[in-house]
Every structure is written in structure tokens, then in C-alpha cells.
């Protein structure tokens, strides 16, 4: 994938050149409610509430949203992955 390379800006509403960039996940917040449901069972007797693991691994080849980010306006949009 190359860095730079022309494409459409929605918010330009033209093309522009582009950077592009892997979308990170964000830091979550704790308060979801998995989070918030093994906070309440690790004082527990048993397992400590600790999930079952699911079977299966990590995909050879993963489906990466790519951030742009355009030069014209200096505002991002995000596409959806390809493999």
C-alpha cells in the first residue's frame, strides 16, 4: 500500500491527495459490561470468572480499516478493510 496516493474526499467532495494510515483500536473505558462483569466475579469461589476460551486462532491474513487523511482540507475518513 502505497503512503501517498490520490483518491476522493468526501468532505472536499473532490480528489485530493492522501495519507494513509492503520486504524488503532482506542483505549476502552472499563465500563462496559464484560469489563464490569469480571471486576464483579474475581472475588469469587471457582473459576474467578474467567471466560472459556473460544477455540481457534489468529487468521493468516487480517482485514485492516485504513485511515486517509487528506491534504486538501486536512480532515480523515476510514474504508473498510480488503484482505
Given at each position: 500500500?502505497?503512503?501517498?496516493?490520490?483518491?476522493?474526499?468526501?468532505?472536499?467532495?473532490?480528489?485530493?491527495?492522501?495519507?494513509?494510515?492503520?486504524?488503532?483500536?482506542?483505549?476502552?473505558?472499563?465500563?462496559?459490561?464484560?469489563?464490569?462483569?469480571?471486576?464483579?466475579?474475581?472475588?469469587?469461589?471457582?473459576?474467578?470468572?474467567?471466560?472459556?476460551?473460544v477455540p481457534?486462532?489468529?487468521?493468516?491474513?487480517?482485514?485492516?480499516?485504513?485511515?486517509?487523511?487528506?491534504?486538501?482540507?486536512?480532515?480523515?475518513?476510514?474504508?473498510?478493510?480488503?484482505?
Amino acid at each position: 500500500m502505497p503512503r501517498r496516493f490520490n483518491t476522493y474526499c468526501p468532505n472536499c467532495d473532490s480528489h485530493n491527495e492522501h495519507e494513509v494510515e492503520k486504524v488503532r483500536s482506542g483505549r476502552s473505558t472499563g465500563m462496559k459490561w464484560n469489563a464490569r462483569q469480571t471486576r464483579r466475579n474475581k472475588s469469587t469461589i471457582g473459576n474467578a470468572g474467567k471466560f472459556s476460551k473460544v477455540p481457534g486462532g489468529d487468521k493468516p491474513t487480517k482485514k485492516t480499516h485504513l485511515k486517509y487523511i487528506c491534504s486538501g482540507c486536512g480532515k480523515a475518513h476510514m474504508r473498510e478493510g480488503w484482505r
